[in-house]
T-cell receptor, first 110, second 113 residues
């Protein structure tokens, strides 16, 4: 297995705050990076993907990638209670395989 | 169909029995993935198909697990001599190719009693 590591949490933030989720990966050949959200009892759904170093913004979500440090993060601005879920970091290798971290459980407190 | 379809959605089987789980990917998607997810864990990679062939089966835990995709569309994950430790959600996902979004089905919840 290609190693993808996340802090399992739980991470608790108050409503309206910024939630910061982090992920590191071991395979330097990895090319694409994804953040999935998973509600309890549901399958993962894609939030964002990022391929290039730097930041990518989509609404309240910003993905950040640093390939030199093998680090990818997700920021959620103006966190809402509906954002409470497990966030999965996934890394796609050059061979097009996709490996997941264990996920970080986020709770947004109203 | 519009999304990745998995059947059955729930399966309860006795220890030692044989189980088949089916995945029907999004039409035209050449890549198909199987994952296993236990409670509180991330999806664990099992096998990845590109077309009809298994491009990477290194995640299959042992020889009781086998998967096929004979016509490059529907895939079946087969588990022989099931054990209680096989109880998990089995997730299937598909994509149209390298770098493209990977979409998940709703999963097959397997319980071995």
């Amino acid at each position: 297995q290609k190693e993808v590591e996340q802090n399992s949490g739980p991470l608790s933030v108050p409503e309206g705050a910024i939630a910061s989720l982090n992920c590191t990966y071991s395979d330097r050949g990895s090319q694409s990076f994804f953040w999935y959200r998973q509600y309890s009892g549901k399958s993962p759904e894609l939030i964002m993907f990022i391929y290039s170093n730097g930041d990518k913004e989509d609404g309240r979500f910003t993905a950040q990638l640093n390939k030199a440090s093998q680090y990818v993060s997700l920021l959620i601005r103006d966190s809402q209670p509906s954002d409470s879920a497990t966030y999965l970091c996934a890394v796609q290798t050059g061979a097009n395989n996709l490996f997941f971290g264990t996920g970080t459980r986020l709770t947004v407190i109203p | 169909g519009a999304g990745v379809s998995q059947t059955p959605s729930n399966k309860v089987t006795e220890k030692g029995k044989y189980v088949e789980l089916r995945c029907d990917p999004i039409s035209g998607h050449t890549a198909l993935y199987w994952y296993r997810q236990s409670l509180g864990q991330g999806p664990e990679f099992l096998i990845y198909f590109q077309g009809t062939g298994a491009a990477d089966d290194s995640g299959l835990p042992n020889d009781r697990f086998f998967a096929v995709r004979p016509e490059g569309s529907v895939s079946t994950l087969k588990i022989q001599r099931t054990e209680r430790g096989d109880s998990a959600v089995y997730l299937c996902a598909s994509s149209s190719g390298s770098g493209n979004t990977i979409y998940f089905g709703e999963g097959s919840w397997l319980t071995v009693v």
